[in-house]
């Protein structure tokens, strides 16, 4: 089975989800024969050593987008290979906000189906089946694809764990971006990157969030001051997200960060849905809300069902005083 | 004076603060009332807040269902949306992303010239969040997505597209399609004269075959759910109420796991 993985940069490397999805591709393909071939829209060059530490014996690059949106750049690049000749049985793609685009603009390409949010994947003969968690990940899905491939997956950060396998660098191929025409008319035109200190929300080992428990925006001070006394970054559910608190890059869960910290510390969250699937993974989780029957205690190791106003200061005042 | 036609899609989804469960077909149970999804709301507003902009033009609303469900649509006319069309067949049960945009993208061809169709990142039931960027491809125009601040000028749309690290200034020429964020814009509530005036505003009903889609429903879908299972569930933890020294539990329990 020939596998190609969507893979993404940041900082002039790939990103962790990319090596996820390359170690699970040469697994995959190490069981039932095939190549794995990384697919980058962008210049690769940089790329190349640890895309194939990872697994790619190759490398497809469309190099600069020039201002272009990756959805429809990208998917035109895959289509061109494709028709040129070389397709993949499978395309994996990382549960991002380019990853989603790209992988919507090329099934209709190719008109094939997308799944989409998946934590798993299996091959048994010619049967592709992914895993899906559903309702909050109390129930688990699986599906599998029929007709013919190419098959097009999404898989959430943080589904398996990227391990070098010390493969050489991949050989580099262009394949560039055709002519888009119309389609292609979006054009980026400024590029801001809002500042962040700390360590990243979906690398930091403890996480402390703060959700409308909270009551207003000056209060996330709290969860700001805590998260720092412990080192960790701080998070926000998607309530005060929309509501304008707190940036985008704070959100943790379906439609923001995964993450998997050892501690998350759950400020006000009473635990919707969307916010669970995204910190679910935890290794311990702390919550603090005052309704106890705030869906989040059914998941936390410590709960304590208590007013965050009064419960955070004094917490933020003992490790203060412990220096 | 000039105008501005939108088209937003709307999803009329079971009650979010209902628990869901999967119905003998495994697809999810919308046989209750449906609302209209609060994610649509902000594309709604923004429409209408633009066709305000602009002077002149109107809110289209394109929905699928596969009942005859209305009442999310209602909600969005009684905002200020002038017209809707449902695509309405019992054999859309079980479609796919793909088909959705087919049939969504079919629908828009039969509503007239447009400038604009906006759809929300994703729905809060199926979340799969890849149907605006369909419908992008399947109409054949340039897209935006999780655009955060929209505005038009000059026959050109300007955006804030959010990004992994802060925003991209976008620009896209229009007809164009955008997927907005929630939070982008603050939805009005219904006055009781849109609600009024909502009843009798016109809903086109259309069947897939009407709109010459094929295949659609579990048919068309390339997928075949083979296996449900419940997940392991988290082992309880103990929860207090706090008696005034709740903080001193959480302080020893992150002594025990020696990260402070």
């Given at each position: 089975m020939n596998i190609w993985v969507f893979s993404q940069e940041a900082g002039g490397a790939p990103t962790t989800a990319t090596l996820e999805l390359l170690t699970k591709a040469r697994s995959l393909s190490s069981s039932v024969g095939g190549d794995v071939t990384a697919f980058v829209g962008g210049d690769a060059s940089a790329l190349a050593a640890s895309l194939g530490e990872h697994g790619a014996t190759k490398v497809y690059a469309t190099g600069d987008l020039a201002g272009k949106l990756p959805g429809v750049a990208v998917s035109a690049a895959m289509k061109a290979v494709i028709d040129g000749g070389?397709?993949?049985d499978l395309i994996m793609f990382p549960q991002t906000a380019e990853g989603r685009d790209v992988m919507s603009r090329l099934s209709v390409k190719l008109d094939r189906t997308v799944l989409t949010n998946n934590v798993d994947i299996s091959v048994d003969g010619g049967l592709v089946s992914v895993t899906t968690p559903i309702f909050g990940g109390n129930v688990l899905v699986a599906t599998s694809f029929s007709g013919a491939g190419p098959f097009i997956a999404a898989f959430r950060p943080k589904s398996f764990t990227a391990e070098s396998a010390g493969g050489a660098a991949a050989v580099v191929t262009a394949a560039p971006v055709p002519e888009l025409g119309s389609t292609g008319a979006a054009q980026v035109v400024a590029v801001h990157v809002e500042a962040t200190s700390g360590p990243k929300l979906d690398e930091a080992a403890i996480v402390v969030s703060g959700g409308r428990g909270l009551g207003e925006a000056a209060n996330y001070e709290l969860v700001e001051t805590l998260a720092k006394l412990l080192a960790g970054a701080p998070g926000a559910s998607r309530a005060i997200v929309d509501a304008g608190w707190v940036p985008y890059s704070y959100q943790v869960g379906q439609t923001g960060k995964v993450v998997k910290p050892g501690v998350y510390i759950a400020c006000g969250?009473?635990?919707a849905t969307q916010h669970m699937v995204g910190m679910k993974g935890s290794k311990n989780i702390i919550a603090i809300n005052k309704d106890k029957e705030a869906p989040i205690f059914g998941i936390a190791d410590l709960g304590i069902v208590g007013d965050v106003h009064k419960v955070l200061p004094k917490l933020i005042e003992a490790l203060q005083s412990r220096g | 004076m000039t105008t501005m036609n939108v088209i937003v899609c709307v999803k009329q989804i079971p009650d979010p603060a209902t628990p869901g469960s999967l119905g003998p077909d495994n697809t999810l149970k919308r046989d209750g009332k449906l609302i209209l999804d609060e994610s649509d709301s902000y594309g709604v507003e923004m429409a209408l807040q633009l066709v305000d902009a602009a002077g002149g033009g109107e809110v289209s609303l394109v929905s699928m269902a596969p009942n005859g469900e209305v009442s999310g649509l209602r909600t969005a006319l009684a905002m200020g949306a002038a017209k809707g069309t449902l695509v309405s067949d019992p054999a859309l049960q079980g479609s796919d992303a793909l088909t959705t945009a087919k049939v969504l993208g079919a629908a828009i061809q039969t509503?007239?010239?447009?400038d604009l169709v906006i759809a929300a990142t994703e729905s809060s039931d199926g979340y799969t969040g890849t149907v605006p960027e369909q419908l992008a491809e399947v109409l054949g125009l340039p897209s935006v997505t999780f655009a955060k601040k929209v505005t038009i000028s000059g026959g050109t749309l300007e955006a804030n597209r959010q990004t992994e690290d802060g925003f991209d200034e976008v620009t896209c020429p229009l007809p164009a399609v955008i997927s907005v964020t929630a939070g982008v814009v603050e939805p009005r509530y219904p006055s009781f004269k849109g609600i009024m005036a909502a009843k009798s505003k016109p809903i086109e009903t259309v069947t897939a075959g009407d709109l010459g889609v094929?295949?659609?429903?579990w048919a068309g879908a390339g997928q075949r759910v083979v296996s449900i299972t419940q997940a392991e569930a988290r082992a309880a933890g103990e929860i207090i109420e706090d008696d005034g020294e709740g903080f001193a539990k959480i302080v020893s329990y992150l002594e025990n796991l020696k990260v402070i």
């Open positions: 070389d397709s993949p969250i009473s635990g | 509503m007239g010239a447009f094929t295949p659609v429903g």
